[in-house]
């Protein structure tokens, strides 16, 4: 039998409920002996089901018949993984991410938990498509991105604080961190001005009157008092009320409203230049 025909019986008997949610798919060397058919003829049909998504393949043991929130689990898996490589550096910026095809293969997940991946990363400005479309390429953003190179920054600083690279009092600044991470002095800037949002850092004025930046905690919302000194503040502004801020979320908001913002921006001039070719 051919791999499609084998996928078809297969395919049926989950219909069927012969092969439940959850259950696990005869071995290998069992489904050879049932369909009289090679070793990669099976191997063909059961990543086609798996592409698919109507099996998904456990390492160590085995392939199972999909349940709904195995979805959820590869999708997150997926996501996160994929988010990390570009944290790290493994995906460097302006990387062209491999064929969604292989994805789906490493991941031994279906092609759609792939796609959503990506959607999902191209929202969040880490991922973008050759004319900002979907289509079969899929890069990583690069630094000249301002929204990509301050989401990069933010977490790459979150992992040095988590990992202990940055310990509580320690100090940087914007320079250091644009010496030793990437991007330009802008991006860091926003980078720490949102750490210090959330909890992780808090600024403070150095002796030679510039700024910088002192890790107070290691998770959202968890500060840790830190001695800061000097720390030039005026008695109005010590008088004021704090403003309190969500302990999560604050980054991604701000990057996704920025990038509105310019998508405003240009849809705007592409009105301007429609209401002039119509004047003319």
């Known amino acids: 039998m051919t791999f499609e025909r084998i996928a078809d019986d297969l395919r049926q008997q989950i219909r069927d409920g012969e092969l439940r949610p959850g259950q696990l798919l005869p071995t290998q060397s069992q489904l050879m002996q049932t369909y009289k058919a090679s070793s990669l003829t099976v191997q ?14 456990r390492q160590g043991r085995g392939t199972f018949v999909t349940r709904s929130a195995d979805f959820e689990d590869a999708f997150e898996k997926v996501a996160g993984d994929l988010q990390q490589q570009i944290y790290t550096g493994t995906l460097a910026p302006g990387a062209r991410l491999p064929a969604r095809e292989v994805l789906a293969e490493h991941y031994a997940v279906p092609l759609n938990v792939v796609t959503n991946a990506i959607s999902l990363l191209a929202g969040n400005f880490l991922l973008r498509y050759p004319g900002e479309l979907p289509g079969d390429e899929v890069y990583v953003r690069d630094w000249d991105d301002h929204g ?8 790459r600083l979150v992992r040095k ?15 250091e961190v644009v010496d030793t991470i990437g991007g330009d002095p802008e991006s860091a800037d926003q980078a720490l001005t949102f750490l210090a949002l959330e909890g992780r850092m808090k600024k403070a004025h150095q002796r030679n009157g510039s700024i910088a930046y002192v890790v107070v905690g290691g998770e959202f919302g968890t500060e840790v008092p830190v001695a800061v000194q000097p720390v030039a503040e005026s008695d109005e502004a010590s008088a004021a009320p704090q403003k309190a801020f969500p302990a999560a979320g604050v980054a991604d908001l701000a990057y996704k409203l920025e990038r509105a913002l310019e998508r405003i921006e240009e849809l705007e001039e592409r009105v301007e230049r429609l209401e002039g070719r119509d004047a003319d």
């Open 44 to 57: 063909k049909a059961i990543r086609l089901l798996r592409n698919e998504g109507w099996v998904i393949a």
């Open 148 to 155: 990509f190179a301050t989401q990069l920054i933010h977490g």
């Open 161 to 175: 604080i988590r990992d202990g690279s940055l310990a509580r009092g320690a100090t940087v600044t914007v320079d």
